[in-house]
Structures are given as C-alpha cells and as structure tokens.
C-alpha cells in the first residue's frame, strides 16, 4: 500500500503516519517544512498547499492507493479543491479529515451523520476564514469552510472514491493547541484549582490515535463514507477527566467546582481560558455509531491522559503554534476569581 499524507509533521498527521509505516506502507508526506522534521521512514516532500506548482511538483511523486489529508484546518475550499484536481489523476481514494464543526447544529444540538451541514460552496476563498467569537468560543466560519472542502473533495474524486471524517477534539501525545497539556500542568501545579461547571457534566474528546487507525482502515475502504468521530455519549465526565489528570501527575492540589454561571460572570472565555469547558447542550453528544460499525475504537479518556503525561514527561515539548498562547487561564486571574468566590460566599454566609 502507498500513500499520501497531507500534512504529517505534527499531531494527527504524525500519528497517521507513524501507524502507516507500523503497517508496512509506503507514505509520502506532504508538509511546508516549517514546523517539524519528518518521521523517519517516511518520504518527506516539502512544497505549500497554496501554490499550485507545488502540488504539481508533489503529484510527479505518485502515483497512491490513498491520500490522507490532515492539514487543511485552515485552508479555504478554494485551495483544496485546486489541490484535489491536481492529486485526482495520481490518487485512488481521498481520506479527507474534516470536523463536527461542518454541522449547523454544532454545539448546540445532539448530532448524526444525518444531521444537516451548513451549505458551503467548494469555490468559497480566503473570505471563508474568520476568527471564533471570543466569549462562546464558536467559530461558525470554521464550520462553513470545512463544510464547503468537504464539497471540494467529492465534487473532485466523486462520492464512491471519498471518506469523510468528522472528529470531536482531538486529544493525545503531540497535541500542539494546548489543551490538555494545559490541564496536566495545571494539576501538577496544585493548590486550588479552578474546576468549571459540574463534575457530572459529558465530556467526549477522542484520541489522536484513534483518528489516526480509522483514517488509516477507510483508505482500504471502497464507496462514499462519511463518519463522526468521538467517544461513546455519557462514558467520560469532567470529574473523571479533572481526577485522571490529578491522578497521573501525582497532584496534591484540590478540585474546587464552580458553577458556570459564577465562571460566566467572572468573564471566563468558554473552551479556552479553561480548556475543554463549553456550556452548549450539543457538545458531546456526538453519535458515532456509523464509524463504531466500520471498526472504530475509541480508547478511555483516562489512557490518553496517561500517554500524554508520560510523553511529556520525557521531555517532548508540543511544537510551537499560536493557538497555544490562547489556551489556559492566567494563574493571577485564577486566583482572583477563586478569592472572589471566596469573598461572595463569605458574604452570603449566615452571621455566627
Ligand atoms: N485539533 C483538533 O482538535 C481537531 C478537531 C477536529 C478536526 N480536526 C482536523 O484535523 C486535521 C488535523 O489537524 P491538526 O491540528 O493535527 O493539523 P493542522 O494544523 O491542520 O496541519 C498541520 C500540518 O499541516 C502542515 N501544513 C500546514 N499548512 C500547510 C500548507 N499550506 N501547505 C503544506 N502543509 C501545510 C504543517 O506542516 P508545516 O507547518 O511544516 O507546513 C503540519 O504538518 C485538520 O484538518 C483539522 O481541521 C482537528
């Protein structure tokens, strides 16, 4: 088997191509060259997703059995599209990674593979990148545009010869955006610890692995395949993320939960300032079970919180981007708020 990874530095890619070379393929990637040193084994091939005569370049490098695109976060539908029509004549199938994000619904409601995506246009360019809205943490244009590369690819290879993938947040060793590494930091720290909302409350990451093997087995696929990625509804709960956490760095630190409303009033930006932390109904409450029936596992939560400690334990570091700066509260705005939840109660408090 020999395939394409687009991207393959950092992250999912890293690990589509590391689980592609465990399998005996042949993997080609596909990277700028900008942030990481390819894996070994692998053939690196360094060009710009932007520039047409590099993926003319890239396409000489065929032909694959698969392509499996990893790196288009932040590209518009123009681009991939473009890309995707240069790679046609040299690719057998297009593996694409796409996000739940492309569903209208996103995060408010529960969501199926049948749930309605937001119309995009595969021709949508540079318009279609905007910046989420800082205080609810929704990136509608991100959606919109991943909805609309999703067109890009099966208007180019035709349905029967795509897959589309749809994870949650992707969680693991390599993660880069600051999100769980942010938590495990922050336990490791101790002493109070600002825990958001209810301990009860549903959280559904998947790992970075997990993604990695399923994109891996739809490239032996045949037919149109369209899958949401994200752990079973209801099996992990903040508390059980916030304990694994605790747990696996030997915290001596305390878990005080405060409400969300109390978090909201104190201005705290949702998803980010306290990574993992939405208060919108739909946000994991992911079905997946059309990729469960095409073979997909999703490990415990409490795994993928081990892995990534003991990789950071080892002294890795996540490779530098800027979404990290926007991750994690500032340490004296936690404390702040926890003295003045401090002060609040004391006042509510019945006179001795
Ligand atoms: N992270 C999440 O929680 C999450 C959740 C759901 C879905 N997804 C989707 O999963 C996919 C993977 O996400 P990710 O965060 O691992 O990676 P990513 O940021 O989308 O891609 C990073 C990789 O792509 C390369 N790259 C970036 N721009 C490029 C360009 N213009 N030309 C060529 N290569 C380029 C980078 O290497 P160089 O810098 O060296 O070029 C790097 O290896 C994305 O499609 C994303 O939308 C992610």
Redesign the pocket.
């Given at each position: 088997m020999r395939i394409l990874v687009?991207?393959?530095?950092?992250?999912?890619?890293?690990a589509v191509v590391s689980g592609a070379l465990e399998r005996g393929w042949e993997v080609t990637?596909?990277?700028?060259?900008?942030?990481?040193v390819p894996v070994p084994g692998a053939v690196a091939v360094?060009?710009?997703?932007?520039?047409p005569e590099?993926l003319a370049r890239l396409a000489g490098e065929g032909p694959w059995d698969a392509v499996i695109?990893?790196?288009?976060?932040?590209?518009s539908p123009h681009?991939v599209r473009s890309g995707a029509r240069t790679l046609e004549p040299v690719v057998g199938r297009y593996v694409?990674?796409?996000?739940?994000?492309v569903y209208e619904g996103w995060p408010a409601e529960p969501l199926n593979t049948c749930s309605p995506v937001w119309a995009a246009s595969a021709d949508a360019g540079p318009e279609a990148v905007r910046p989420p809205d800082s205080a609810s943490g929704i990136n509608p244009g991100?959606g919109r545009r991943?909805a609309g590369t999703e067109h890009a690819v099966t208007e180019t290879f035709g349905l029967s010869r795509t897959s589309l993938l749809?994870?949650?947040?992707?969680?693991g060793p390599g993660?880069?955006?600051g999100?769980l590494p942010w938590w495990l930091r922050r336990t490791e720290r101790g002493g109070v610890i600002l825990a958001p909302g209810n301990p009860t409350r549903r959280v559904q990451a998947v790992d970075?692995r997990d993604?990695a093997t399923f994109a891996l087995d739809q490239a032996l696929h045949v037919g149109h395949q369209v899958h949401n990625l994200g752990s079973p509804i209801g099996r992990e709960t903040m508390g059980g993320f916030l304990q694994a956490c605790m747990d696996v760095t030997g915290s001596t630190g305390e878990l005080l939960w405060v409400e969300d409303e109390i978090l909201l009033h104190h201005g705290l930006r949702q998803w980010t300032e306290l990574p993992l932390w939405w208060t919108h109904p739909g946000v994991s409450v992911i079905d997946s079970a059309s990729a469960v029936a095409a073979g997909f596992h999703s490990r415990p939560l409490a795994e993928t919180v081990a892995d990534t400690w003991h990789w950071l334990s080892q002294g890795n570091t996540p490779?530098p981007?800027r979404r990290w700066a926007k991750h994690g509260i500032d340490p004296a705005k936690e404390q702040a708020v926890l003295d003045g939840i401090a002060y609040e109660g004391a006042l509510r408090s019945p006179n001795p």
């Open positions: 687009l991207g393959g530095g950092w992250f999912l890619g890293r990637t596909f990277t700028r060259g900008l942030s990481s360094h060009g710009d997703r932007e520039r590099d695109d990893t790196s288009a976060s932040e590209l681009v694409y990674v796409s996000t739940v994000a991100y991943k749809r994870p949650g947040v992707l969680l993660e880069y955006v999100r970075v993604v490779v981007h």
